[in-house]
């Protein structure tokens, strides 16, 4: 998949020259040139050049753009507003990408402060094999059996272990739709966490429903991309029903009506967009409001984020001083002992 950045830029660029006259295809020859995957890119000219659509072209990198993009573009191309279409897609993505950023920054201070935490307990480990030396006998007073310079590398080893299976587990589960369907519908009942994947799925799906419906495309199909852009199963699960609505003979109030984990106020505009026939216009209000909302959402889960790793920081010096205590406590009782003696 391509990234936010690069699909933001390309848009951008590409929307702006052919919208100032520059043909599509020398458009795409001059973006081709910007890009690292040559070989794709390539393959796109050759076949606008044969004089196939760039949809077309776009077709065989379904993987690489996205289903949306390319039915998109082929909206585009099909209304004679490609132009304006690779402008619409460059906002998009934007607000994405600034979405992504601020969680990113969000993320900053707390996993700083985790990572000195984590660094910290390796340096007291390295730090007790000095005082078991000058001590002359073994002083663990952490209890994890690692003491001294082996102590010391054995733990990094663990941390990257631990490290390295995480990273692992979170690309297996985005690689299997199946698998992180689970995991979205148990993020959803998380509080916080749901309520920003709801809102971030809400946002997409009035961003599909504002481009899809404003170019006159069959509403069966544009449900379906706008539903399926969601990439969120807990919202894009309700696509089945709708569409058993709409072939009934309903409405798309009807049918928004009788779906799950859809939120009221869009179900709402939904309703007011298809009774006053502005339904792309309201899609593109409720989207900014979701975006917005997304912003909130996301200060909200960093914040509750933040508490914990502080929590977690927290009960590891609770720890350490507990542990340092019984060990001077120890120290002192066998002194007393001796003394007795």
Known sequence: MIGLKNMMETCRRVGIITRAGVGLVEAIKREATRQHDQKMWSSIVTSLENGESLAVSLQPFQKQFGEIFIAMIETGEDSGQLSEMFIDLADYYEDLLRIRRDFLRSLIMPVIELVAAVVI???????????????????DILGFGLIGFSGFVRYWIYVGVFCTCVYFLFLWLSRNVRRMRVVQYFLNCVPKIGVLMRSLAFMRLCWGLDLTMRTGMEVERALKLSFNGTNYAPVSDNLKLILEVIRNGGDLTDAFSVTKNIDYDLIAGVETGEQS???????????????????????????VGGFIVYGLIMALIVFLIFKIATFYIGILNDATRMAML
């Open 277 to 303: 026939g502005s339904l792309p216009e309201l899609m593109q209000k409720m989207k900014e409001r979701y975006f917005q909302e997304s912003l909130t959402n996301l200060r909200a889960v960093s914040v």
């Open 121 to 139: 307990v390796g340096f007291i480990i390295l730090l007790l094999g000095l005082v078991s030396e000058l001590a002359g006998q073994t002083v």
